[in-house]
């Protein structure tokens, strides 16, 4: 018996747009498609995406970049605005984006970024489409307990690499706006 996998239906968002908020259901995929992706790079992309929230809350920029392609981008789309609040488009540019963003909070919070509910919407041997939860929260140094401070989807484009596989494109389609558009 062949496995089913579920993939998004023609002429549905691509990880590149955000996705709309009518029909929500049709978003999920009711169309079955044959498993053309071998459970070890399932595995692997879902260990990078593991691999993204610790090096980001570690405070290490330098592994963060590293799960980007060289010429991978990184954008942040918040509610409301046609633009993304956050654009950038290289290793090298988002590896300056984390190292600026992660010394800005050095001594003020802590943060962890949940990731969860990974669909993948397109699979072959050598790329992929996902999507995944992200739920973040901030503790202060003062705080008692963690706040939830962003939530939203991470729309992501995949290549598999001599290095493994690695997010050619990440956008992050957040639930509101935290602030980026006061920056």
């Given at each position: ?33 044959a ?39 990184f ?70 307990a ?38």
């Amino acid at each position: 018996m062949a496995r089913l996998l579920w993939r998004r239906p023609l002429g549905a968002n691509s990880c590149h747009e955000p996705p709309t908020h009518a029909g929500r259901d049709s978003q999920i995929g009711l169309e079955p498609r044959a498993a053309t992706m071998s459970v070890e790079d399932k595995l692997a992309i879902q260990e990078v995406i593991a691999r993204y929230s610790y090096a980001y809350d570690s405070r290490d920029a330098d592994a963060f970049a590293q799960l980007f392609v060289e010429d991978g981008s990184f954008a942040v789309i918040v509610p409301g605005e046609s633009t993304p609040m956050v654009r950038r488009s290289s290793r090298a540019a988002i590896r300056e984006w984390a190292e600026q963003r992660l010394q800005e909070r050095t001594g003020r919070f802590t943060s962890r970024h949940y990731q969860s509910g990974i669909l993948f919407d397109e699979l072959t041997p050598g790329s992929a489409l996902t999507r995944t939860m992200v739920l973040v929260t901030h503790q202060g140094v003062t705080e008692v307990a963690p706040r939830l401070t962003v939530s939203g989807i991470y729309h992501d484009q995949w290549r598999k690499t001599h290095e493994g596989w690695r997010l050619v494109h990440r956008t992050a389609q957040l639930d509101r706006d935290p602030g980026l558009s006061q920056r």
